[in-house]
């Protein structure tokens, strides 16, 4: 079985070492998640393991023959090229190796007992099948659908899709070539939940090996097989998914910890003991002691990294009704998004928004901060209700102005004082100068967190706040929320997220909105429930017509009898009217039998898993199911009355 393997692998960018002795494996089948705090070197060393980086020491070998697919997070396109050129430029190793068979078919011609040809060309038949050669249209279109994108969109050039579409596409280039090895840098990035959902099932079916960055736990907890730490410059590796590298990580720390202590108390003992007798009787003794301390394997206990102190100050109460919706209709650019919703958030709830893309969430919460009107109903904000307001793109930011200048100008702070609070979100020292723009989307999502901490609302809206953010910080803004004494909206992809910090889901889908008194996970199994019973209750309600044909038919025996019976006494003048009904009954008859088969075929696909929890699908598989009914106890009528007649 093939693999990856990086031994001792090392990257510095001048004094700054960025990681060093970096070993592990990849297999086949191993699905590895590498996480680590943001600047921590994750993206560095996968482009260093990609090519795009040069690494200093160590090595990085891949099994002969095998290849590996990138997905990238800075996408670049050419302004002409179509989403359809995209997807077919990344099979040109595969054409390539078509090429190469039909060659290599051409010299068995000529040489037709040559073994050396025919293992070769066995094997690189084999290494095509692999890479779907043979099915490059269906999974192409299985790939393209399962991440979005409609016919219509293959024809359109890349440039006009947005910035989220742009990384779709990059993942389905990635992911169309069938690689031996995927490397994933923030796959989960500008996908919603249903398309999140695909993408854990292709990568659980997949059969190479993956490598993942990512900050996604609920991702990390589907998929992962493994997890690769990497801190303080190196990394190590814990078996099974996201949950479970916690609990060995928990684990781990405190034997580190208690081994050091004890090490350390040793070592004093030891010096204390060479210190008093190095010049008495006991001197050899001392020396002795010396030379083992010496030789002594030092256990390095890393320091724990830091992070930001993040807690809001006590709400301030305020009315019952914290947000009321009354029938609010409307949309954007003229496209109508939702119909006469209606919601009641109380005070001390603690809510989120889901849906899928383009359904409207934003636009939704800019409606509920008078940032743009609906165009019929009403939004009412409760007595003495203060919002604080987390936006996706952080426009409350000036990008000319520096951190320490967004903070003393925005809260008429004095340096020192600025300084202080910028401490606590990990921005000491020159770090204050720093311009807005030129900082990264983690250090601009620390920023806008800080604003918001200041602000000292009681109604916080965050739309998409881990947005950035790694792991780390997740874990405060998550533990803050959950001591915060107000109320909050939250509008996120982070499903792990919003199972720790919410107690209501909304939905908001198909131009309207469902409420679910839980997190997202209780979502789910409601969901699951739901899909469950209709086809249930579906299953009973065909049980009965299948019930109720057979009834029929036993009724209608008899008559087939009696009619097969009159059919033999010779009446010259009925013979011709007999044979054509005999005919027409058998027609009819060839029918009922194709119909029941397709009946048969709706029931078989209406009681698989992945229909069941696809309520688009099954309301399809269920109306056909309904017009083959139909159709069926139409032509048992003909047969019926063709009979008796």
Not at 221 to 250: C, F, M, P, W
Not at 495 to 503: H, Q, V
């Amino acid at each position: 079985m093939g693999s990856i393997k990086v031994q001792k692998l090392a990257k510095s960018f001048g004094v700054h070492t960025v990681f060093k002795d970096v070993t592990f494996e990849i297999r086949r089948g191993e699905r590895i998640g590498l996480i680590g705090a943001n600047g921590a070197g994750k993206s560095t060393l996968l482009k260093c393991l990609i090519g795009e980086e040069e690494y200093d020491n160590g090595i990085f070998a891949v099994s002969e023959g095998e290849t590996i697919g990138y997905l990238q997070q800075d996408i670049t396109f050419a302004d002409d090229v179509t989403l359809r050129q995209t997807v077919t430029d990344a099979w040109e190793d595969v054409m390539r190796l078509e090429d190469q068979l039909k060659q290599v078919e051409k010299e068995m011609q000529v040489h037709p007992n040559d073994e050396t040809l025919m293992n070769r060309y066995a094997r690189m038949q084999e290494r095509f099948e692999w890479l779907g050669g043979y099915e490059y249209e269906s999974m192409s279109r299985k790939i393209i659908h399962g991440l979005g994108f409609t016919e219509a969109d293959m024809d359109r050039p890349v440039q006009q899709f947005s910035g989220g579409q742009k990384t779709r596409i990059n993942l389905a280039k990635a992911l169309v070539r069938r690689p031996d090895y995927l490397f994933l840098d923030e796959p989960t990035n500008h996908l919603d939940m249903d398309m999140l959902e695909w993408l854990e099932g292709y990568l659980l079916s997949y059969g190479g090996g993956i490598l993942i960055v990512s900050h996604d736990r609920y991702f990390l907890d589907r998929v992962a097989t493994g997890i690769l730490e990497l801190d303080h410059g190196t990394v190590t590796k814990y078996k099974g998914n996201y949950s479970r590298y916690i609990a060995q990580s928990q684990e781990r720390r405190k034997a580190l910890e208690s081994a050091y202590r004890k090490q350390q108390e040793h070592i004093h003992e030891t010096e204390e003991y060479i210190r008093k007798y190095k010049a008495g009787i006991k001197a050899k003794q001392a020396r002795g002691r010396q030379s083992q301390l010496d030789r002594l394997e030092r256990i390095e206990l890393s320091p724990e990294t830091a992070s930001l102190q993040f807690q809001f100050a006590p709400a301030e109460e305020c009315g019952q009704k914290v947000l009321v919706l009354d029938d609010i209709c409307g949309g954007y650019a003229k496209r109508q998004l939702f119909n006469h919703l209606s919601l009641l958030l109380r005070r001390g709830e603690s809510a989120s928004l889901i849906g899928p893309n383009g359904a409207g969430k934003t636009t939704l919460i800019r409606m509920i901060m008078g940032e743009i009107e609906a165009d019929s109903g009403h939004i009412t904000l409760g007595s003495r209700v203060h919002i604080g307001y987390f936006a996706q793109e952080h426009t409350d930011l000036h990008g000319a102005w520096t951190i320490l200048e967004e903070i003393m100008n925005d809260f008429s702070f004095g340096e020192e004082e600025a300084r202080a609070v910028l401490g606590r979100f990990l921005f000491r020292g020159d770090d204050v100068f720093k311009v807005i723009d030129s900082l990264s989307g983690g250090e601009q999502a620390r920023v806008a967190l800080l604003k918001l901490f200041l602000q000292g609302a009681n109604f916080l809206i965050l739309d998409e706040p881990t947005n950035h953010l790694d792991i780390p910080t997740r874990e405060v803004l998550e533990q803050a929320l959950q001591e915060f004494g107000g109320t909050y909206l939250v509008v996120s992809h982070d499903r792990y997220f919003l199972d720790k910090i919410t107690t209501k889901t909304l939905v908001l889908e198909n131009q309207q909105l469902k409420e679910f008194l839980g997190n997202y996970t209780y979502y789910r199994e409601k969901e699951k429930e739901a899909a469950e019973l209709a086809a249930q209750e579906l299953a009973e309600k065909e049980e009965q017509k299948r019930n109720l044909r057979t009834a029929k038919k036993e009724r209608l025996v008899p008559a087939a009898k009696s009619l097969a019976k009159t059919e033999t006494v010779p009446v010259p003048k009925k013979k011709e009217s007999s044979y054509g009904k005999e005919a027409k009954l058998e027609k009819i008859e060839m029918k009922i039998a194709e119909l029941e088969a397709t009946l048969k075929m709706y029931e078989v696909q209406m009681n698989q898993i992945e229909n069941q929890t696809d309520t688009d699908k099954l309301a399809e598989l269920s109306q056909s199911y309904e017009t083959t009914q139909q159709k069926l106890d139409e032509y048992y009528e003909k047969w019926e009355n063709l009979s008796e007649s």
